[in-house]
């Protein structure tokens, strides 16, 4: 399946999908092209270092719905099926979610259903949350609310702070992110009143 990441910063996570493709653990995704929404996103640089396709498209002073417009439209070109948010810092407009409805997937560094949004890791040390992880999900019209596909966890201790409690999570991000999005290209994710099973055939 023709597949297309959308980030906004670092692209560790792009990065996990492309190891992960390299390495022959994505045999049916085809990672065709890297879409960021600000110029100065290293994700690109991890694009040319790959040769993958980029295209910057800023959506700073842009409406929610022009700027999802301008994607849908690249996506369209380059017939992409799947969509791939890795921290991508935007939040998406109902018709784009409407276009590729159950075919995008978002990381989030919590377990859903706690802690939402972008502040997830802050949220946890000062819930006095004793535990955290990540989540991989498909993406809905809420914010960090649609059916969850996989989750890892990890113990949060006395002395975590956000950036310690980020980096004891984020190589479990790096994990199951290709694992959902190799069950989701091979098809073997279905979902039913908002829950994901994953068929073993
Ligand atoms: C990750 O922690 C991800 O869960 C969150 O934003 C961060 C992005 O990191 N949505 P990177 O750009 O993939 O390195």
């Known amino acids: 399946m023709r597949v297309a990441v959308l980030a906004s910063g670092r692209g560790s996570n792009f990065q996990s999908i492309i190891d992960a493709s390299k390495e022959n653990k994505l045999p049916n995704c085809k990672l065709e092209l890297l879409i960021v929404n600000k110029k100065e996103a290293y994700a690109v640089e991890r694009a040319k270092k790959h040769n993958i396709a980029y295209k910057i498209i800023e959506s700073k002073n842009k409406k929610r719905e022009d700027f999802d417009h301008e994607m849908l439209e690249v996506l369209a070109k380059n017939k992409i099926e799947i ?20 075919r995008i997937i978002n990381i989030h560094p919590s377990l859903l259903p706690l802690h939402p949004g972008a502040h997830a890791h802050r949220d946890v040390i000062k819930s006095g949350a004793k535990e955290s992880g990540c989540t991989v999900h498909f993406v809905d019209e809420g914010v960090d609310t649609g059916p969850i596909i996989m989750q890892e966890t990890v113990v949060v ?35 039913k009143e908002g829950k994901v099973t994953i068929r073993s055939d």
């Open 157 to 191: 201790d006395k002395n975590d702070n956000e950036e310690t409690l980020a980096a004891k999570i984020l190589p479990l991000e790096h994990q199951i992110f290709p694992k959902a999005l190799h069950l989701l290209t091979s098809k073997k994710l279905e979902i």
């Open 83 to 102: 969509v791939v948010l890795a921290g991508f810092m935007r939040i998406l407009s109902k018709p784009f979610i409407t276009k590729y409805k159950n």
